[in-house]
């Protein structure tokens, strides 16, 4: 059992629709990212929060909106997705942000379809 | 370009069989991790390495740091099922974000 865990499983979507991805960890974690991970590819950072402020957007179109409410929630807002926003998107936590040699725990994701 | 390049890309093989496979750089890193992911889930930590030509084992899989700390590889012996995955490197770039290799596909065929 991961010990980072994501809502919903698998969400299917249409491009005008308005949705959350939630994440949350109970590790005491100051440190939480989003990532995308297409068929086939390795994970993409997309946002890192660090004791609940944005510190990295990694240039991420503004369809995708994060949000931090409190230490251990990690929320992704979608609006007005495209088909290929399409993907597994994957929550991680880490005890500080970029500590060589820190592991990141990552939840077993949100499969998003967008039609 | 990417940071850290990993071969093969795809491996399949069967049960029983050793393999090896890399993760290269140009950089030099203080550490590097392993992480495996199966279908369905997201990726585990398997081991983290600092130390120039340190070696870790975890019950059948080797990791290796390279002396230059450029380079890491992972040595699978007698290869089950259960490694089936896809076994991705990762280091800390600019001592913000964890940025992953390509990431190599292997399957163990019963």
């Known amino acids: 059992d991961t010990e980072v865990t994501q809502t919903p499983k698998h969400l299917v979507m249409g491009m005008t629709n308005k949705k959350s991805l939630k994440c949350e960890q109970h590790?005491?974690?100051?440190?939480m990212y989003w990532y995308k991970q297409k068929a086939k590819k390795p994970p993409e950072l997309m946002f890192v929060?660090?004791?609940?402020?944005?510190?990295i957007n990694e240039s991420v179109p503004s369809r995708f909106s994060p949000e931090c409410p409190n230490s251990s929630l990690l929320n992704l807002h979608l609006h007005a997705l495209q088909p290929e926003d399409s993907a597994l998107y994957l929550c991680?936590?880490?005890?500080?942000?970029?500590?060589?040699?820190?592991?990141?725990?990552f939840g077993d994701g949100t499969r998003l379809s967008i039609l | 370009t990417q940071l850290l390049e990993q071969s093969p890309q795809f491996l399949s093989i069967q049960e029983g069989e050793n393999l090896t496979v890399y993760c290269n750089s140009s950089?030099?890193?203080?550490?590097l991790q392993w992480y495996r992911q199966e279908p369905g889930e997201g990726p585990v930590l398997l081991v983290t390495v600092v130390t120039g030509g340190e070696v870790k084992k975890l019950k059948r899989l080797t990791f290796q740091f390279g002396d230059a700390r450029k380079d890491s590889s992972l040595h699978i012996t007698a290869a089950q099922p259960g490694d089936t995955g896809l076994y991705l490197c990762?280091?800390?770039?600019?001592?913000?974000?964890?940025?992953f290799g390509q990431g190599t596909r292997l399957t163990i065929n019963p």
């Open positions: 950089s030099v890193f203080s550490s």
């Open positions: 929060y660090s004791y609940e402020k944005l510190s």
């Open positions: 991680a936590s880490s005890q500080v942000q970029g500590a060589a040699g820190q592991p990141q725990h």
């Open positions: 990762a280091v800390i770039q600019g001592a913000q974000k964890l940025v």
């Open positions: 590790m005491g974690h100051r440190a």
